[in-house]
């Protein structure tokens, strides 16, 4: 079992930018993919951006040239940096890992965090 734990969301003005965080906790090893989701009120969560244990990246076309996800796998963990934010960026974002490794064996489900809310005032 892993927990997640997220950071850094918060109130920023339309412009502004914020750092989000996420570090993974126990036992593992490795993880797969890492990445963010958002969920706004009244609407679907949806992905924001992940990224692959060897770097490969992916990102929500609304976020393309504003977003940049990064990590470290030792320790495991993610991060968002997102500038140029605009109002409609505002949701709750949660942290996924998919595909965990452990020492002796595999664990293929996905992994949510708490969730971080990032208000973007306009």
């Known amino acids: 079992q892993v927990s997640l734990a997220e950071s850094g969301g918060g109130l920023v003005q339309a412009g502004g930018s914020l750092r989000l965080s996420c570090a993974a906790s126990?036992?593992?090893?490795?993880?797969?993919?890492m990445g963010w989701y958002r969920q706004a009120p009244g609407k679907q969560r949806e992905l924001v951006a992940d990224?692959?244990?060897?770097?490969?990246?992916n990102y929500a076309d609304s976020v393309k040239g504003r977003f940049t996800i990064s990590r470290d796998n030792a320790p495991n963990t993610v991060f968002l940096q997102m500038n140029s934010l605009k109002p409609e960026d505002t949701a709750v974002y949660y942290c996924?890992?998919?595909?965990?490794?452990?020492?002796?064996?595999?664990?293929?489900?996905?992994?949510w965090g708490q969730g971080t809310q990032v208000t973007v005032s306009s």
């Open positions: 126990g036992s593992v090893v490795g993880i797969n993919v």
């Open positions: 996924n890992a998919a595909g965990l490794w452990y020492s002796s064996w595999f664990d293929g489900r996905d992994y």
């Open positions: 990224i692959s244990k060897g770097g490969s990246t």
